[in-house]
């Protein structure tokens, strides 16, 4: 498997480390209802086909990356990093 | 205050195996750059007096004495030189955080190879190439500087690993290549 960083080209999977699903980039803002947490804590899709998900270029440039694959072809159709995205 | 001896991390340790040289490499004082946010033309402006720009990814620029290499998002390392009062970044002296080893000669690619999971063929990876990436498993700099050259900074706590790793491969390349040098 490999990642194409959109700043330090393509790369192997082992400078990676995978943290999670996309959810942790929506943390709910103060005073938000329990369910909300509950959600954003536990709550996990687990699609077959197109999902996104958090991974840290480790070895590389130190960025969050989010990535864009597709678990059932095993195709990865876009990478982006978190920082400077816009909502 | 008494004067402090400066030592690097392996004493300007040198090695040739066959065609390959392995050194540690002097390089002078090591800064990072990190930019503020919107800090870019101010950083630009103090960097212009040394002759250096923000360098773009997986590039170094300069020569030998000052060079500036990209080391990440808004972040580069500032080596060779006494850093310039410099706004719109934070500075940060990395000079005894890092070792420098030299690798050149006709096979340094093929070692590399061993080590890198990289292409580092000069097609590549031309001259001028700074990537950040893996020597096994240590993080590194690895600096492309000549057509059979590079130079590959790791973890001063790491600099005795790094060169038993880069020896083991020029140590097994020098076998293969059918006398032992």
Redesign the interface.
């Known amino acids: 498997m490999r990642l194409t960083c959109p700043l330090c080209g393509e790369r192997d999977r082992r400078e990676f480390y995978y943290y999670g699903a996309e959810d942790y980039l929506r943390r709910p803002g103060e005073g938000a209802p329990l369910a909300d947490w509950d959600d954003y804590l536990h709550l996990r899709d687990n699609p077959a086909g197109v999902t996104k998900d958090l991974w840290y270029h480790e070895a590389g440039c130190a960025q969050w990356l989010l990535v864009t694959r597709n678990t059932v072809t095993h195709e990865i159709s876009g990478v982006e990093l978190v920082a400077g995205r816009k909502e | 205050m008494p004067e402090l001896i400066a030592k690097s991390a392996l004493e300007g340790r040198t090695e040739t195996l066959g065609p390959v040289t392995l050194a540690e490499v002097e390089v002078g004082p090591i800064t990072s750059v990190a930019l503020f946010p919107g800090g870019g033309k101010l950083a630009a402006k103090g960097l212009k007096a040394l002759g250096l720009a923000m360098p773009g990814?997986?590039t170094f620029t300069g020569k030998k004495g000052a060079r500036i290499v990209w080391t990440?998002?808004d972040q580069a390392f500032l080596i060779g030189v006494e850093p310039p009062a410099l706004e719109g970044a934070a500075l940060t002296d990395q000079t005894d955080g890092w070792t420098v080893l030299g690798l050149s000669g006709a096979g340094a690619v093929d070692v590399l190879a061993r080590l890198v999971?990289?292409d580092l063929r000069l097609a590549s990876c031309p001259v001028g190439t700074a990537?950040?990436?893996?020597l096994n498993h240590m993080?590194a700099v690895i600096l492309r500087t000549g057509d059979h050259a590079f130079e590959i900074m790791v973890f001063r706590s790491m600099a005795r690993s790094a060169w038993h790793e880069i020896h083991a491969a020029m140590d097994m390349l020098a076998a293969r290549a059918g006398t032992k040098f």
């Open positions: 990814p997986n990440g998002r999971p990289l990537l950040r990436s893996q993080n």
